[in-house]
């Protein structure tokens, strides 16, 4: 079996992606390889393989051929040039950032974040030295007026978590682009089946793999794809053109050309810091990935058809979904979203926060569970759990209100998501 991985479609590619049948075994399945370290040739060859003068294995905090599997499978996805896989959606974001920023560097982010990131950015990395600047991701005056010399990348997530707004992305890239910096995607909402960041202007693409990559709430895991084509020799970033002691004095951009930015990461941040995902995690994400297309099209029917049923029943107040016309980003959704709208919306319940705890008390089908992206169905309230550390303006920016359920819709029946929400809905 050999995929013609530039006529593949997508759906090809999430089966086949990254993988030929073990020479070895002959096996069709990519196997779970379940090892710590690999017997090298020679001393030798041990030797190149560390100095990074040839490839191979040396030890699976850094590679792993499951591993490297799924991160091939997912560079394909989404159009990149190559990808790293971390322990969790987290370490991805973290990686990304700190592999293009130095202290007292800074980063303009959407305000309109999924409530960890939101946390990471502002408190951990903010103690390591780095700065964040939260903007309105609508207004691109924001965005231009927050930069200064040290700023070294735009953050955003192409549906907002738990907003689903979309921002203009090929607007903030150009953007970007003209200051000389790369603007970073979370595409974790939408998935590449969806939305694909690198068609409109993104040059880094993280997805927490927990959610719909995986499909199933069993694995955590995170992963960042380089499209490749970023200047990492403009003058900005002298990690990439000066001579590296952690890459035995090589020069990245010119080593490893379009591999550079993965390089880096795999070398400086996975190898030093070990925020490596498991084998077992990596097949995980692989089995999920062969039915993501499937499941993405059926959460995405079930989710605008809930959105405008639940529009007209007397005991919401308002939905949120970027399916829906009057949704503020509508426009934008359907320009950078194609086949559907993803699976989570944001629903307010009348008679505010009593009334939405309440509610999710009483769902049945739905699940209350902190995860998304799951084939089963989910509820949650922000404002009292994932964005709880934020403070009042912060949960504001983000849309998060005392009334505010976000839902992660599945692939179960529509009547039973229907009748489950409704009989909750009636108690109130």
Request: with cysteine; aromatic share 8%.
């Amino acid at each position: 079996m050999n995929i013609d991985t530039e006529k593949a479609r997508f759906e090809t590619l999430a089966l086949h992606g990254g993988w030929s049948p073990d020479p070895a075994t002959t096996a069709q399945a990519v196997p779970i390889y379940m090892t710590a370290g690999y017997e090298f040739r020679s001393p030798e060859a041990a030797a190149d393989i560390f100095a990074l003068k040839q490839r191979g294995l040396n030890y699976s905090r850094i590679q792993n051929p499951t591993i490297d599997a799924f991160e091939k499978r997912m560079a394909l996805l989404e159009g990149g040039v190559a990808a790293v896989a971390t322990a969790s959606g987290q370490t991805a974001t973290m990686y990304a950032l700190l592999n293009i920023m130095r202290q007292g560097d800074n980063v303009v982010s959407s305000s309109s974040l999924y409530g960890g990131v939101h946390g990471l950015l502002k408190y951990p990395m903010g103690k390591m030295g780095f700065h964040v600047k939260f903007v309105d991701p609508h207004d691109l005056c924001a965005w231009k007026s927050a930069i200064d010399d040290r700023t070294r990348a735009f953050y955003a997530e192409s549906l907002g978590n738990p907003k689903v707004d979309t921002p203009d992305i090929a607007a903030i890239a150009d953007l970007a682009h003209e200051n000389g910096i790369p603007l970073v995607i979370d595409n974790t909402v939408p998935s590449p089946f969806l939305c694909r960041p690198f068609e409109h202007g993104a040059d880094i693409v993280v997805h927490s793999t927990t959610k719909y990559i995986g499909g199933h709430g069993i694995a955590i895991g995170g992963v960042v794809v380089d499209k490749g084509d970023f200047n990492w020799s403009n003058g900005k970033f002298p990690e990439f053109t000066d001579a590296d002691p952690v890459t035995h004095g090589y020069r990245i951009h010119r080593q490893f050309s379009r591999m550079a930015y993965a390089q880096k990461l795999r070398t400086h941040w996975l190898r030093d810091t070990g925020g490596c995902m498991s084998p077992f995690n990596a097949w995980a994400f692989l089995i999920g990935l062969e039915t993501l297309p499937l499941r993405m099209e059926r959460c995405s029917q079930n989710a605008l058809e809930l959105a405008r049923w639940l529009s007209s029943h007397p005991k919401i107040s308002w939905v949120c979904y970027p399916g829906l016309e009057d949704h503020p980003t509508h426009k934008n959704a359907v320009r950078y979203l194609r086949g559907g709208f993803s699976g989570m919306m944001g629903i307010g319940i009348k008679g505010g926060m009593d009334a939405a705890i309440n509610f999710i008390k009483r769902v049945n089908v739905f699940t209350h569970v902190a995860n998304l992206g799951d084939s089963k169905s989910l509820v949650i309230h922000p404002a009292s759990t994932t964005h709880s550390p934020l403070e009042p303006e912060e949960r504001a920016e983000a849309g998060i209100t005392d009334d505010f359920v976000r839902v992660s819709v599945g692939i179960e029946h529509i009547d039973d998501l229907k009748e489950d929400l409704d009989q909750a809905l009636s108690s109130q």
